[in-house]
């Protein structure tokens, strides 16, 4: 089975993915990259959203979830990751396990009480 | 906790007890299932995790470079250049089967093409930079895009399989058990009620004889 990789930002950043053999596509905000993702999502077997625009196109993305193909993810845009995608991991580790293992080091644990995630 | 409807007989007694066995034996099976999907997912998410950083910040760094390179050229000369691709790239997609769940296999087959994709009169050389480094970043993009799947799936599997086991261990097999009991006591009941019945019987039979 073979398939094909797109990508789909905001900007002509996306553009240097072309040069690398993948479909770039730009869409200038949240409706007109729904409009795009639902379009492609049939032929691309990986479609990359930079995080801008998956942050706001969860339940679109949502959609492809339980299925293996297509692969949506987010990656940054060239003003920096807005971390949508680091927090998409925490939620998943949250519902898998009950409590969040990735950031916990991280944050300062005055905004997170011990337990607090815990509570299912 | 609920009684389940059902008449008190010996044939129901012995339907709920077989019953009872196949749930417990279910719940074993998917509590040692979930068992081991969290293991797994705990290794998993942290490996998706540092890929993660890695990887974003790579492409942070092609993508810095790619404006550096694009603001010295027009609109259409960046959609111009950029819009062939140097390589063309084959991506197998495959499915891999990990405790009963099909996640996403890739495997890249890159077939060379030239390296760069213009004539180097119309770029500046930082696009060269951006191209390469997009180039190297491909298989790592790749190997990022299945291991968020398959966290993403392992945890949505892990959820439902959890809701599955507390399902069996908090409803469904503590009401079989009170209805076995139930049955149970009520044809422990139908039993006694008889033997009085007969007792009664008996003596008023010996009280008419005497």
Known sequence: MNGKMAVIGEGDGVLVFQSVGMDAFTAEDA???????????????????????????????????????????????????????AELLRRQSERALGMDILFRGEQGAGDRPDGEDNAR | MARINVNPTRMELKKLKARLKTAQRGHKLLKDKTDEMVRRFAVIVRETKRLHDEVEAEVVDVLRQFSLASGSMSKKEIALAFSMPSVSLELECATANILNLEIPKLHLKETQGEEYPYSFARVTSEADLAVAAAGRLVSRLLRLAEMEKATAMLADEIEKSKRRVNALEYIMIPDIEETIRYISQKLEENERAGLTRLMKVKSMLEERGA
């Open chain 1, 31 to 85: 409706p007109a990259a729904a409009r795009i993702l639902k379009e492609i999502a049939e032929r691309y077997r990986v479609i990359f959203v930079t995080d801008v625009l998956a942050a706001q196109l969860e339940e679109e993305i949502g959609r492809y979830a339980s299925q293996a193909y297509p692969i949506v993810v987010p990656i940054p845009s060239v003003n920096g990751g807005n971390g949508y995608g």
